[in-house]
């Protein structure tokens, strides 16, 4: 029996070594950045999408709608800071947003206050007060700290729904004076204006979150989502970090506030409702909590199906269907409902990890070499 000399199979190149691999990891950093442009330039399309928007891209009503929906994905993603990278879970987050609009308008309409001062004052404001109601509510945790931001935010919806002081315009709400805004954001015409300002918007609250998470005390805020009572043993405060990160991620939603008042002329009381901070909950866990463009994704398409959802439950198509099809079809809260559900089941990671989880599938279907 004569011995024979088998070839050792040739190693397997890792991955990370590949030219393929090193190409696209070189060009990660700047997708942000041309995703940033790609946006930037959409009021120059004039792209018509049937079925997705009712008019051409540059067309005022989708400016308008793309202008709520990327105010609502960094509002989204400044509630992360919270809920994802965190840990905490606050019912209240509405209120801070609900300052900036109403802080703006009031101190535009009722005040006749420049722009720029009401902007700065509402934001500088709703931050302070961020920061004194998370000194309170911070001494709890868990669901009790749930509660006390909920009851918080139901005292602000109370004052405003009463019409504190003549000041909120009650049920009714406060139109924006638009005699005190600059020209360039009055007017269909330069709703184009308010577009770009709701995505300069999103572009600062990622840059913000991102630059937050990656810094010492991002790090410390993940620790503290995973065990606060070993940053404690650490010689490290939880309650400072926590709290600077819930004033952090009240200013951001002011500011986002802010923006919002301007997209849609005025104040309105369903923003201090605590079905807002519900949605925001929403939109984080249908994109993926703690993650970088998740909670943006989930705002963005969240929005965007809660106002198109209604148009689509008043359709033609959904009256002639049978009525035990078409009554729940015309609910678009049915229908947001059964879509967060499907994707919670099928994508527990939110949208964020549909790459992840389709990897696997598409590797299959790779044709071999």
Wanted: aromatic share 10%; proline share 7%.
């Amino acid at each position: 029996m004569t011995d024979q000399m088998v070839d050792a199979p040739p190693a397997a190149v890792p991955a990370e070594l590949t030219p393929g691999h090193s190409r696209w990891h070189g060009l990660r950093p700047w997708l942000p950045l041309a995703a940033l442009a790609v946006a930037a330039i959409v009021p120059y399309s004039t792209l018509a999408l049937p079925g997705i928007f009712e008019g051409p891209l540059n067309s005022p009503g989708t400016l308008q709608l793309l202008a709520v929906c990327l105010v609502f994905g960094g509002l989204a993603a400044g509630y992360d800071l919270l809920f994802g990278r965190t840990g905490m879970l606050s019912f209240g987050h509405a209120l801070y947003f609900a300052a900036g609009v109403y802080g703006t308008d009031i101190l535009v309409t009722r005040a006749g206050l420049p722009l720029w001062q009401a902007a700065l004052f509402a934001v500088v404001g709703a931050t302070t007060l961020a920061a004194l109601l998370g000194a309170v509510a911070l001494r709890t945790v868990g669901i009790a700290f749930a509660m006390v931001t909920l009851a918080f935010a139901q005292v602000g919806a109370i004052l405003v729904a009463r019409n504190f002081g003549g000041w909120t315009g009650g049920e009714e709400g406060l139109p924006l004076d638009v005699s005190g805004l600059p020209p360039a954001l009055v007017g269909v015409t330069n709703t184009v204006n308010l577009y770009w300002l709701a995505l300069a918007y999103l572009a600062l609250v990622v840059f913000v979150v991102h630059r937050v998470s990656g810094s010492p005390t991002g790090r410390v805020l993940a620790g503290l989502r995973d065990d606060e009572r070993r940053v404690g043993v650490l010689g490290l405060d939880p309650y400072r970090f926590k709290l600077v990160a819930f004033t952090l991620a009240g200013g951001l939603a002011s500011a986002g506030g802010v923006v919002y008042c301007l997209i849609v002329g005025g104040a309105s009381p369903h923003v201090t409702s605590s079905e807002l901070t519900l949605s925001l909950l929403v939109m984080v866990v249908l994109g993926g909590p703690g993650t970088r463009w998740g909670p943006v994704l989930g705002g963005v398409l969240y929005m965007y199906l809660d106002h198109r959802l209604t148009a689509f439950g008043t359709s033609d198509a959904v009256d002639a269907l049978p009525a035990v099809l078409s009554a729940p079809l015309s609910q678009p809260l049915f229908v947001l409902g059964t879509v967060f559900i499907l994707a919670v089941y099928f994508f527990p990671g939110g949208l964020a990890s549909l790459t992840t989880r389709l990897r696997p599938l598409l590797t299959a279907l790779r044709p071999p070499r």
